[in-house]
């Protein structure tokens, strides 16, 4: 099991998730609006990003991963990956059952 920890400008957040979902290659994708610091270029941003909670197997995490490559606006993209050791087990199920 595990899930993804994606940032997303808000125009692209959308298109990610349902892309992920579509192509099975998540069961779920949460967002939720923030707001990101950070330094790029030697010089200090704050921009208005999404952060996406991928739903996911450890089978599909790779396919999961270039996908966002593909598909994400920014040169380098947050992607992380936290496996998970214990989830319900009815979620866990629905979850193996909706990923490809």
Do not use: Q
Not at 43 to 57: G, P, R, S, Y
Not at 76 to 90: G, K, M, Q, W, Y
């Amino acid at each position: 099991m595990t899930t993804v920890y994606i940032t997303a400008p808000p125009d692209a957040a959308d298109r990610i998730a349902e892309t992920l979902v579509d192509e099975r290659l998540a069961a779920c994708v949460n967002r939720m609006p923030t707001t990101s610091t950070y330094r790029w270029d030697g010089e200090i941003h704050h921009d208005e990003e999404h952060v996406l909670l991928a739903k996911t197997t450890d089978d599909a995490y790779v396919d999961l991963e270039e996908r966002v490559l593909e598909i994400h606006p920014h040169e380098v993209p947050c992607i992380e990956r936290f496996d998970e050791s214990h989830a319900l087990e009815s979620f866990a199920e629905w979850r193996a059952e909706s990923v490809e």
